[in-house]
């Protein structure tokens, strides 16, 4: 098997200049370990926990930065779509449109993003058995579009917590579609500060590390360079400074793992 | 408290007739009970576990006949809209919009849906706690619409299976909206039969019951004349000749409940 | 059906006063209402959270107040066993003995337990499906004792977190067998206070309602006249004082569900 | 830190010459590969899912197989026990007695085990948090015994199903004691089958690759030389003369995680 694809950058995307600063950080970083890397960003957080929670810069400011970012540093990217109309004017820049994981069911966003030929990355939801996710790549195979990948990012375990099934990892892979797993969503605590969600990003290496031991194709893991300050998923995003240390040590988990 | 309303109808709208036949009927069962009745059908089943799944006739078939029913019959009608663009369409005809559960964090939906002054409707997400839904509710109440109600329809539970819990009915209650009980979705098994939803119809009015006996604001409850042969939903929906009876227990359970 | 049968009591036996007091007491509120009832006290908490946790006055100082308290008050008495040699005295003089959610599946002990000829109420584990139970039962019934009880007290739900499946009621009630539901520890939080468990006294009427209303052939109620300085489970236990118009509100629930 | 070492042998002690086959062929293979190694039975099956499930050859017959294995072959030896009595008479053969999970909590059979100054390996309960096994851990420690470890087994994930929290891992190695991963009974399907649990074989590894890549001073792994026909457990054993290759690629990442 390949070795592990990243995909990476901050959980929103702030403004231009943060946004080619992580881009040009991690393709270094990425570039030095010979990692294939995905800048990814969002431009609007669509379903933030209260109606205070900052949604980003919204998609035409982003879709200048998306092509500035993937033209200067030779990146592909990544973004989030939230309804059919966003599908054609996202899939005309960004390489991967990727399927929140509370909209996976949503047959007709499935069908546009399939539309626009791009890869479609959807997330499991946090309410799905991962053997429930062959109908929904479906949703986008059978639309034409055979370029799915799917991304694991916990499942709902009691209130305001998820855990990580990492049997989920090659239950999804039977389908014969690529595997990601998502070390920043998986550990969120939902609505865990009342008005907002939490985190615990100390657990972020120690699940990736399960995940690339038994083998992904991808790993999704926000960064920030100082999370603690960011306007959303603080919590759980790593620190941009300790990014490069932990993908060597994952990189050389995976060489092994892959033989 | 004042006693329970019903909100009842088909899954999906299959047809004008078809329509109009259950809205006459659950008229004169709740008429005859003194039960006030909500028609509900779905237009759009937008999140079949299946892309061969049925998914309805549609807005513009549907929105004519909601307004036939609400005019022939002086009813009330609930339906459940997916996307903004829907919303405006829809305010125009039914007077409560439903938000799905899987979409009850969308903030865009619930504001575009908040804006039609209409009364609001929110399925609590699979993935939600109870207390998360104060935050929910604001988006709505927050975007100058004071009317909404909050559904509990059941949280994962494992894989492929929900669990009711009635602590969640008090706790939403604390938010001073009133609180729906849905006893048809929280007796669904979300992807338990493969390509569709399983469902076990015998506990429809086993958890109704505990729900009225608790305090509920309203009830929720799908109904079809022949569930068996219903293009959705049909293992959790109750065959409508047995709806009389078991609103009849219902009602005594509420009105004793509630003094 | 006949109407609900009341095992209530402290949860830890403190004291001869103490418990017949409470005894006295109970036997007041439930001889008005026509309540059958029986005494419950547990005389070794076997297995609290942490080692600190009192754990009650013993097996040999508590069968002569469970003796006391049978013929003062004329009673029945219940109480928890934690292995096969305390079967055989506990057997001599209490009617019920009841097997820890825990060790239901002890198969020794429940033979031990059988083998007394006494009424086994055997608890439902937090890791137990309700269908499972059929099995657990068996270990007594085939060992030639017919009189089994199962008690329904919460299914783990994450951590540190029960929730009750009511459909989990007439799911056991298929055995045959008469099911209680233990209001009591339903609502606790185990492990929830770190060094010990926690508890939301606050829904033991809400779940016990939930229960009433789906039908059950008896409640578990444990009561103090002071909870908050009770040894144990004091945060699930309902005040003394309470009880009475608790009961008399959930009796006419019962004789309404009962017809 | 330390290789992983190895707990491994059959379900249940079977016979003599069952038991030597066993730990000769691992002793051979863990020999070859330097992993520490230790022989690991059950003389009974205590809490099986029905009373028809086959329990064992019993204290009598194990103890001296157990002395015959741990000289032949020099090796540690394991064996689960279940009430008080039992304590000593094990601990004066038995280098490890192992607390079952469900029996986490009982306090005295924690102190009994203690007392007799052998290693403890607790294995935590399907039903706790593993930020709880400090408070169980301590019951052993504060009683003068030292010698303890913890053992993530699954947690209860709705009915039927266990998951594996990787999480807990490094969360109980905050205790500072030695954390064992049993990679067979995470992949337990409890009551799965009806009269008795089921399981997923082919998870195994993957779920103890997960482990190892998280870091654990342990694997527990049951092993049979034909699983489908072992008297319990079967369908969550490895086959014999599979796990050389799986200890070989288990222990390379070990020694890479641990660099």
Chains 1, 2, 3, 4 share one sequence.
């Not at 799915?148 to 049997?167: A, K």
């Not at 690529?178 to 605590?189: L, N």
């Amino acid at each position: 098997a390949a070795p592990f694809a990243l995909i990476a950058g901050p959980c929103q995307m702030e403004s231009r200049d943060h946004a080619m600063m992580i881009a040009e950080t991690m393709k270094r970083i990425t570039g030095d370990l010979g990692i294939p890397y995905v800048f990814k960003a969002s431009f609007d957080k669509a379903n933030r926990t209260s109606l205070s929670g900052k949604r980003g810069i919204g998609l035409s400011g982003a879709l200048p930065v998306f092509q500035e970012v993937a033209e200067t540093f030779d990146l592909p990217v990544l973004t989030d779509i939230h309804n059919e109309e966003q599908c054609r004017e996202v899939g005309a820049v960004c390489d991967i449109l990727q399927i929140p994981a509370f909209l996976c069911r949503q047959t007709d966003l499935l069908i546009a993003a399939a539309k626009t030929g791009r890869v479609i990355n959807i997330k499991k939801g946090q309410f799905l058995a991962p053997w429930d996710m062959k109908n929904v790549a479906a949703k986008v195979t059978e639309s034409g579009n055979p370029n799915v990948l799917l991304t694991e990012r916990g499942v709902s375990f009691g209130y305001n917590t998820l855990v990580s099934d990492f049997r989920a990892l090659p239950i999804m892979a039977e389908t014969g579609l690529p595997v990601v797993f998502d070390a920043t969503h998986s550990v969120q605590q939902p609505g865990g500060q009342g008005g907002s969600s939490g985190g615990e990003r100390r657990f972020v290496e120690t699940l990736a590390r399960a995940a690339v031991a038994v083998g992904v194709a991808g790993l999704f893991v926000e960064t920030h360079e100082d999370p603690d300050n960011a306007p959303s998923d603080g919590p759980n995003m790593v620190p941009l400074d300790q990014m490069a240390e932990m993908l060597k040590r994952l990189q050389a988990l995976d060489q092994l793992t892959k033989g």
